[in-house]
């Protein structure tokens, strides 16, 4: 049963190391992640689930101890996902910062496992993948990564689209509200349409917390670079 989640943006640039001179622009989102990465701990899991979108490739089960790097952003900095063997597999970058994120905050209440969502599934099966999840041990936790669109501004990596502004105030409700039927209402051809790679995971996320009983707090919300941020809490 899924007891506790948080939900976290997963670009690169919440690396300090990689963002460079530009890190501080991130601050207030990091310091909502540890908060969030809190509160999971507090609600004293028997397995943490980390979900995060990735190309098809990519996407499947990660088991702890799966390494991931950040050579591919410029930066030669290694993580590792909970403690576990080594494993061939790499992480994909949406998990590679979560693993970040975990060990930033020394994560150590349960065992960690990654989940690598295609972000072309569609919704019914993002919702029976997060259903199965939450089935998978009596307290899961989850620590969903996602982004909204990437379309706000001229200067954002998808130009500007006007539908982004409305499609990430949708999310950002949903997120906040712990509002699972909103989550599944997220079209998914819009989102591929504005680059929001956050679709898929939250949907995930809407299947695995249904009738679970979660209130929601949105701890931030922003659009730096013209990408919507969003970090949330459900307990």
Known sequence: MLVAAAVCPCPPLLVPDIAAGAAPELDTAREACADAVGLLAAARPDLLLVVGPAAEAEHGTYPAGTRGSFRSFGEDLSVCLGEGPERERQLPASLAVAAWLLGRTHWAASPVEGLAVDDRLVGDRCAAAGREAAARSERVAMLVMGDGSACRTLKAPG??????????????????????????????SLARELKAAGRAPWQVLAGAARGAGLEGRLLYEDAPYGVGYFVATWS
Not at 162 to 177: K, T
């Open 159 to 188: 130009y500007l689209d006007e539908r982004a502004a409305g499609f990430d105030r949708d999310a950002a409700r949903a997120l906040g509200a712990a509002d699972a039927e909103a989550l599944m209402a997220l079209d998914a």
